[in-house]
């Protein structure tokens, strides 16, 4: 698995005016691994996007990856109502949309509960971007690879989100 303060690589394969690959840090102390590589998987966007209760779209959630919006309850409560509706993993984007350098440490809440499934922070300018393309494509999800090995392809090769600083 990965240790704190590594990052982990995703890529969007559609749409693809955002097929890039995008940086996420995992939860510092709770949730699972990446024990699998998905090569094609749905990254849903939550709905209501804080996830802090019943989801309106949960059965879309079911074997997919979901996208969560930062903020409303703690991160490990996010995690759990997507380990709840069957989901493989969580991508908690920061709601500070003009966020693209600062990687928060998600921690686990003062409840003692745990969550199984992985759980990554991802930059706000990053998830909104993808919201945003999906949202003018009329596309109830994205289609990712989940974890990509960026020390495997050349520098110049990697394409990474222009808005972003590697």
């Given at each position: 698995g990965l240790r704190i303060h590594e990052y982990l690589y995703f890529q969007v394969l559609s749409p693809g005016d955002i097929r890039y690959i995008f940086t996420a840090t995992p939860a510092k102390d709770f949730g699972g691994v990446f024990n699998t590589r998905y090569d094609q998987i749905h990254l849903v966007p939550a709905d209501p996007p804080e996830a802090c209760g019943e989801l309106n779209n949960g059965v879309f959630i079911q074997d997919?990856?979901?996208?969560?919006?930062?903020?409303?309850?703690?991160?490990?409560?996010?995690?759990?109502?997507?380990?709840?509706?069957?989901?493989?993993?969580?991508?908690?984007?920061?709601?500070?949309?003009?966020?693209?350098?600062?990687?928060?440490?998600?921690?686990?809440?003062?409840?003692?509960?745990?969550?199984?499934?992985?759980?990554?922070?991802?930059?706000?300018?990053?998830?909104?971007?993808?919201?945003?393309?999906?949202?003018?494509?009329?596309?109830?999800?994205?289609?990712?690879?989940?974890?990509?090995?960026?020390?495997?392809?050349?520098t110049y090769e990697v394409m990474q989100p222009p808005w972003t600083f590697w």
């Amino acid at each position: 698995g990965l240790r704190i303060h590594e990052y982990l690589y995703f890529q969007v394969l559609s749409p693809g005016d955002i097929r890039y690959i995008f940086t996420a840090t995992p939860a510092k102390d709770f949730g699972g691994v990446f024990n699998t590589r998905y090569d094609q998987i749905h990254l849903v966007p939550a709905d209501p996007p804080e996830a802090c209760g019943e989801l309106n779209n949960g059965v879309f959630i079911q074997d997919q990856i979901a996208l969560v919006e930062r903020g409303g309850c703690s991160f490990l409560s996010k995690t759990r109502v997507i380990q709840e509706h069957g989901g493989r993993a969580v991508i908690i984007a920061d709601n500070a949309y003009d966020n693209d350098s600062f990687y928060i440490e998600m921690i686990q809440d003062s409840t003692r509960r745990t969550a199984d499934i992985p759980a990554l922070f991802l930059l706000g300018r990053d998830g909104y971007m993808i919201r945003r393309s999906l949202e003018q494509h009329g596309l109830p999800w994205a289609v990712i690879s989940i974890p990509v090995n960026v020390t495997s392809i050349p520098t110049y090769e990697v394409m990474q989100p222009p808005w972003t600083f590697w």
